[in-house]
């Protein structure tokens, strides 16, 4: 098997895995990462809301959210697994894509 | 260490944007000049790897969580300035798609880790690893003590930045508008866990990794850079 196919291979089981990356903060009780917090958590660790943060706290509103499904937050963990694999697939099916795109337009076509 | 919208103040924001913009630039010029279309598919694995890898959450118990950025790796497959590009993909992707790190911190996010990660992680890689063959044992370790160190460079980085913002700014009453803790506790927070869990976590996955691929293609070990 050529090495480039274990590699793609390689990707596909770290996609069926990263599920492990929502589960075991879970069972752990870990909480956000530092300086990630969500402005409720900033509110309870400061005793306020700074007032920038607040503001661009909501600038974007990214269709995905933290890799769930909007509506999804209160389904248990397996449903938040699943969408955790599909989009680490979307993630990785467009990173490819521009990776592809940009490896396409920056390198030689001769060889 | 995906720094969200409103922890930095516009002008962070905009001075790490700056910063990035002639590196993005210099980086598709070097890259231009010497990758082949054959190294494509990597460039395309690589920004897939540190996609991945990143949703790794590993938690402290009790407290924060962590992720390793797999980005020494792509750079000492692809050379610095190839993983300076796959890995501002995937961080590009992770903002705008998934929330994951805000889009005025994009610039910051690339700095730390597309940036000094990837950069200072190849050349100490190089430097420990310099004229060992490519089956030598010595490149596994350079791999791993490289690995640990960039990623905690770019964990101070990002405290740094943090740590900052309430000595920028502040409002009359003393209350800080962005990041609200300051360098003592962000550098010490940041530090303390990538000194401890999460350096470790890319040094082995850089590691494992490089001893897996002196195995299945020694070329690409001895050679693989594209830039």
């Known amino acids: ?111 | 260490m995906h720094i969200p919208d409103g922890y930095l103040g516009p002008d962070s924001c905009g001075f790490f944007y700056a910063v990035m913009l002639p590196i993005w630039a210099l980086a598709s010029r070097i890259v231009k000049k010497s990758l082949k279309a054959k190294q494509v598919p990597m460039l395309a694995i690589g920004a897939a790897f540190t996609f991945v890898i990143m949703m790794f959450n590993v938690p402290i118990p009790g407290g924060s969580t962590g992720h390793a950025v797999g980005g020494v790796l792509v750079a000492i497959l692809l050379g610095p300035w190839a993983a300076c590009i796959a890995i501002t993909v995937a961080l590009v992707v992770q903002a705008l798609l998934f929330g994951d790190g805000g889009i005025t911190a994009i610039g910051a996010n690339c700095f730390n880790m597309a940036f000094v990660l990837p950069f200072s992680g190849y050349y100490l890689y190089k430097a420990i690893s310099f004229k060992a063959p490519a089956g030598s044992g010595r490149r596994v370790i350079a791999a791993g003590i490289a690995a640990y160190i960039a990623l905690n460079l770019a964990a101070a980085l990002t405290g740094f930045e943090f740590g900052i913002q309430p000595l920028l700014h502040k409002t009359a009453s003393g209350q800080a508008l962005y990041c609200p803790y300051g360098l003592n506790v962000a550098l010490t927070a940041m530090m303390g866990e990538h000194l401890l869990i999460f350096g470790w976590i890319e040094a082995i996955v850089t590691a494992l990794v490089v001893k897996y691929l002196q195995k299945q293609s020694p070329k690409l070990i001895k050679e693989g850079k594209v830039a």
């Open chain 1, 1 to 111: 098997m050529k090495l480039i196919t274990k590699l793609w291979m390689g990707i596909g089981v770290l996609i069926i895995l990263s599920p492990l990356g929502l589960m075991l903060p879970e069972h752990f009780k870990a909480g956000s990462a530092w300086g990630e917090w969500g402005i409720d958590e900033v509110q309870k660790l400061v005793g306020y809301i700074p007032k920038g943060l607040e503001k661009l706290a909501s600038l974007w509103n990214a269709p995905i959210p933290d890799y769930a499904f909007k509506g999804w937050e209160e389904k248990g963990l397996p449903s938040l697994s699943f969408a955790y694999i599909i989009s680490a697939i979307l993630g990785i099916a467009i990173v490819v894509t521009i990776a592809i795109f940009i490896g396409y337009v920056l390198s030689k076509k001769e060889d």
